[in-house]
């Protein structure tokens, strides 16, 4: 009992005494490290349930509501919109361009099952993905988007502070990326995302995810306020998606015969 | 208008965390418990595949196939590369059947000759429902 007792108050102690945020040498707060996307429930996915439950014994109660099972609200369609998404449902998302290797584009990104490593000097936050070695070199000294930007898979991202949190505004996307976030998968190239990220204690950073699309949305929308968990230890591994992908080929052979997969018309 | 909201909860098709559909290459309302041993294992990025030979009360070998986590995430959750698993292990897998026909699924979870069972991949459904 005594031993139990001393290990409780280890455990209260060392909890306690989780290191301050770390600040850059102009008093910001420092993102760099390795970093899972996703919540807790990301976290759990990304490296098993046990391992997040030692990881994050706080992550559940202390960050209730930030991708800890709270449910999201439907994306605000246009119901244009509606009978692709029906499209997209029938086909059992085997049309999702990330099961073919391709850049999967902002807030998603942020939330596959792979770490994310930040980068932050004076002028720029980089993010570095494993998912698809996707990566994110953000200015954060007043510089607005340039105006030759080309539409992209993860689009152009320029940062400010405001506080203690960067704000990223992302515009310049193509069509090409499915949202994967609050049930969203449709997009247009005049989607706009503003991220607003906040480093709230030594091992979390709260993402928060404005979302707005007139070509396909009825109005702005937030996405279920999630965070990211600091993963320390970790290294980014490569991640290499087409060469040794068995999937891209079954799809091919599947979209032969739509029968084999696609659901009976209701 | 009632019908359109209701779809658009039902269209939650592109889940945060998945890769790729689940949903169009296997059937989650097709679960399967096999026994065997491991033949050959594919340790590659972004999804790992392991073959099994199962044989059944006649003797009959047959070949399976099976999909995996990605080697990113099973070394994060505490898998080593020909340690974890070996050729020559007898092993249960549980998994999910292809659509295709073939002897192919989706491994979710697998036990061991010693009794203990490891994650193996991802829920039924994850992408595009079952």
């Known amino acids: 009992m005594k031993q139990l007792i001393a290990v409780l108050l280890w455990v209260s102690v060392a909890v306690a005494q989780k290191p301050p945020v770390p600040k850059t040498a102009d008093g910001k707060p420092d993102l760099s490290g390795i970093w899972q996307g996703g919540g807790a429930a990301g976290l759990s996915f990304a490296i098993g349930a046990d391992n997040a439950k030692a990881a994050r014994p706080d992550a559940a109660p202390a960050q209730a509501g930030r991708g800890g099972g709270a449910r999201p609200e439907p994306a605000p369609y246009q119901d244009w919109v509606q ?9 059992r998302s085997i049309d999702d361009p990330s099961g073919r290797c391709l850049l999967v584009g902002v807030p998603r990104i942020t939330s596959m099952p792979l770490p994310i490593k930040i980068v932050q000097t004076k002028d720029e936050v980089i993010f570095l993905y494993e998912t698809f070695h996707a990566f994110r070199v953000i200015p954060t000294d007043g510089r607005g988007h340039p105006d030759d930007v080309d539409p992209s898979f993860m689009g152009d991202s320029v940062g400010h502070w405001e506080g203690d949190t960067l704000v990223v505004d992302v515009t310049g996307f193509n069509d090409k990326t499915w949202l994967g976030g609050g049930g969203a998968s449709i997009h247009s190239d005049a989607l706009h995302v503003v991220e607003r990220y906040r480093r709230v204690d030594y091992d979390t950073i709260t993402y928060d995810v404005f979302i707005e699309d007139p070509k396909v949305f009825t109005k702005s929308w937030n996405l279920a306020p999630s965070f990211l968990s600091l993963r320390p230890g970790e290294r980014l591994r490569e991640y290499e998606c087409i060469a040794d992908n068995q999937d891209i080929q079954r799809f091919e052979e599947l979209l032969k015969t739509p029968s084999l997969f696609v659901r009976p018309s209701q | 208008m009632r019908a359109l909201f209701v ?33 050959k294992i594919e340790w590659e990025n972004p999804h790992m595949h392991f073959y099994l030979d199962v044989t059944d009360e006649k003797g009959q070998v047959d070949a ?67």
């Open chain 2, 64 to 130: 399976w196939k099976f999909e995996g986590f990605p080697p990113n995430m099973l070394v994060r959750q505490g898998w080593k590369r020909d340690v974890t698993l070996k050729v020559g292990d007898t092993i249960t897998v549980f998994a999910w059947r292809a659509r295709n026909g073939m002897n192919l699924a989706h491994s979710r979870e697998i036990t061991l000759a010693d009794g203990k069972k490891i994650l193996s991949g991802p829920p039924a459904g994850i992408g595009g429902g079952n």
């Open chain 1, 83 to 91: 009978p692709k998404l029906k499209e997209i449902r029938d086909r």
């Open chain 2, 7 to 39: 779809l658009a909860v039902l269209a939650i098709t592109a889940p945060a965390f998945a890769h790729h559909s689940f949903a169009a290459e296997y059937d989650g309302e097709k679960p399967i418990t096999l026994k065997g041993v491991i033949t």
